[in-house]
C-alpha cells in the first residue's frame, strides 16, 4: 500500500456518457508523485475523454477527483496553474519562431520558465530562431511539450504523445518522459503503443470500452499471465485442421492473419512437437521467436482482441 501523501491524484467513481455510449463508465485509480501513470487502451477506449476531464476541459456525470491534496467535483483554474497539457494537433501560427511562441505561452502564466531553459529540456535550443512551419513533425511535437512545460507544471498530461512520429522522434519523446520524471514531476499519459506503456510506465492501468479491467507495473501485468511462455512464428496457408493440431501443443494458440502464436508451460514439450509437425507437413517455422508475454498478450487474454485492430 501507499501511503497518502505519495499520491498525487486520487479518481473514484468517474463516468462520462455520450447518450448510450459510456465513454468512461466508473473508473478508479490513484496516480503517485513522480512517477509515470499509463493509460493503455485500444482506439475509442475513453483515455482521451478521461484525461480531459482530469484536465477540466471537460465535466465528469459522476466522480470525485483528488488532486494537490483537495478533493475537487471538477478541476479549477488555480488547479490548472499547477499542471501541463499537451495540446493535441497543436497548430502553432507557422511564421512564428519557435522561441515567440513559447513567450507567447509564458504570457498565459504568473510563474514560467525562461525561454532558454524550456527550449533545453526539450532539445530545441538549437531552433529558437526557426519559423514554426520549417520544424519536423518531431520538433512540432517537442515544441507543444515545452509549451505544456512552460509553467513548470507538478503534473504534466500527455494524451498519446508519439502517434504519428517516426521510431527516432519517438525515442526522443521517450528520453524527455524519463527526463521530466527524473526531475520528480508526475506525468499522467495516455497510449495506444504497448512498446511505449513498458518503456515509460511505472504504473499502467489497462482501459477497454470505458472500464480498467486491469492495472499494475509492466512486470506485474505480464506476471499476471502465469508462467506461460509466447512462442511465435509465421505460416501461411495453413487450413483448419492445422490449428486444430497447433492448438494441442501448448495452453492456448491462436492464429492472426499468417502469425501463429502459442502460450506454453511446458517450453520442450511445444517445440518437440511443433518441429515434428513442422517436418510432417512441410511448413516452416519463420521468423520464430520465444519470448515472455508483453503486454499485448495480456490484452488478448483479458478481452480476446488485439491492442491495434
Ligand atoms: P482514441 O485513442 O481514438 O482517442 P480514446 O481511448 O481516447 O480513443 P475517447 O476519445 O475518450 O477514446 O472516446 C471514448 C468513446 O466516447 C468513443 O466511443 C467515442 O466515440 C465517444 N466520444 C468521445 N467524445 C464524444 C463526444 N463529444 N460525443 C459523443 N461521443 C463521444
Given at each position: 500500500?501507499?501511503?497518502?501523501?505519495?499520491?498525487?491524484?486520487?479518481?473514484?467513481?468517474?463516468?462520462?456518457?455520450?447518450?448510450?455510449?459510456?465513454?468512461?463508465?466508473?473508473?478508479?485509480?490513484?496516480?503517485?508523485?513522480?512517477?509515470?501513470?499509463?493509460?493503455?487502451?485500444?482506439?475509442?477506449?475513453?483515455?482521451?475523454?478521461?484525461?480531459?476531464?482530469?484536465?477540466?476541459?471537460?465535466?465528469?456525470?459522476?466522480?470525485?477527483?483528488?488532486?494537490?491534496?483537495?478533493?475537487?467535483?471538477?478541476?479549477?483554474?488555480?488547479?490548472?496553474?499547477?499542471?501541463?497539457?499537451?495540446?493535441?494537433?497543436?497548430?502553432?501560427?507557422?511564421?512564428?519562431?519557435v522561441?515567440?511562441?513559447i513567450?507567447?505561452?509564458?504570457?498565459?502564466?504568473?510563474?514560467?520558465?525562461?525561454?532558454?531553459?524550456i527550449l533545453t529540456r526539450v532539445a530545441l535550443q538549437?531552433k529558437?530562431?526557426?519559423?514554426?512551419?520549417?520544424?519536423?513533425?518531431?520538433q512540432?511535437q517537442r515544441l507543444a511539450v515545452a509549451v505544456a512545460l512552460?509553467?513548470?507544471?507538478?503534473?504534466?498530461?500527455?494524451?498519446?504523445?508519439?502517434?504519428?512520429?517516426?521510431?527516432?522522434?519517438?525515442?526522443n519523446m521517450?528520453?524527455i518522459?524519463?527526463g521530466?520524471?527524473?526531475?520528480?514531476?508526475?506525468?499522467?499519459?495516455?497510449?495506444?503503443?504497448?512498446?511505449?506503456?513498458?518503456?515509460?510506465?511505472?504504473?499502467?492501468?489497462?482501459?477497454?470500452?470505458?472500464?480498467?479491467?486491469?492495472?499494475?507495473?509492466?512486470?506485474?501485468?505480464?506476471?499476471?499471465?502465469?508462467?506461460?511462455?509466447?512462442?511465435?512464428?509465421?505460416?501461411?496457408?495453413?487450413?483448419?485442421?492445422?490449428?486444430?493440431?497447433?492448438?494441442?501443443?501448448?495452453?492456448?494458440?491462436?492464429?492472426?492473419?499468417?502469425?501463429?502464436?502459442?502460450?506454453?508451460?511446458?517450453?520442450?514439450?511445444?517445440?518437440?512437437?511443433?518441429?515434428?509437425?513442422?517436418?510432417?507437413?512441410?511448413?516452416?517455422?519463420?521468423?520464430?521467436?520465444?519470448?515472455?508475454?508483453?503486454?499485448?498478450?495480456?490484452?488478448?487474454?483479458?478481452?480476446?482482441?488485439?491492442?491495434?485492430?
Amino acid at each position: 500500500m501507499q501511503d497518502a501523501s505519495s499520491i498525487l491524484m486520487r479518481v473514484t467513481g468517474l463516468e462520462k456518457h455520450y447518450g448510450a455510449v459510456r465513454a468512461v463508465d466508473g473508473i478508479s485509480f490513484s496516480v503517485p508523485r513522480a512517477s509515470v501513470f499509463t493509460i493503455l487502451g485500444p482506439n475509442g477506449a475513453g483515455k482521451t475523454t478521461t484525461l480531459e476531464i482530469l484536465e477540466g476541459i471537460r465535466e465528469p456525470d459522476r466522480g470525485e477527483i483528488e488532486v494537490f491534496g483537495a478533493k475537487l467535483r471538477r478541476v479549477t483554474r488555480a488547479v490548472k496553474e499547477r499542471m501541463g497539457v499537451l495540446l493535441q494537433d497543436a497548430n502553432f501560427e507557422p511564421y512564428l519562431r519557435v522561441k515567440e511562441v513559447i513567450a507567447l505561452f509564458a504570457s498565459f502564466f504568473r510563474r514560467a520558465v525562461s525561454v532558454d531553459e524550456i527550449l533545453t529540456r526539450v532539445a530545441l535550443q538549437d531552433k529558437a530562431k526557426a519559423m514554426v512551419r520549417t520544424l519536423s513533425g518531431g520538433q512540432r511535437q517537442r515544441l507543444a511539450v515545452a509549451v505544456a512545460l512552460i509553467n513548470d507544471p507538478e503534473l504534466v498530461f500527455l494524451d498519446e504523445p508519439t502517434t504519428g512520429l517516426d521510431p527516432q522522434a519517438r525515442r526522443n519523446m521517450w528520453s524527455i518522459v524519463a527526463g521530466l520524471k527524473e526531475r520528480g514531476k508526475t506525468i499522467i499519459l495516455t497510449t495506444h503503443y504497448m512498446e511505449e506503456a513498458e518503456a515509460l510506465s511505472d504504473h499502467i492501468c489497462i482501459m477497454d470500452l470505458g472500464k480498467i479491467i486491469a492495472e499494475g507495473s509492466p512486470r506485474q501485468l505480464a506476471a499476471g499471465l502465469g508462467r506461460e511462455t509466447i512462442v511465435e512464428f509465421v505460416a501461411d496457408h495453413l487450413d483448419p485442421g492445422d490449428v486444430d493440431n497447433l492448438k494441442t501443443f501448448g495452453q492456448g494458440a491462436r492464429t492472426d492473419g499468417e502469425v501463429v502464436t502459442l502460450q506454453t508451460n511446458d517450453l520442450v514439450g511445444t517445440m518437440e512437437g511443433l518441429l515434428a509437425w513442422s517436418r510432417e507437413r512441410g511448413i516452416p517455422l519463420a521468423n520464430m521467436a520465444v519470448r515472455q508475454p508483453n503486454l499485448e498478450d495480456v490484452f488478448l487474454a483479458l478481452t480476446g482482441r488485439r491492442l491495434r485492430e
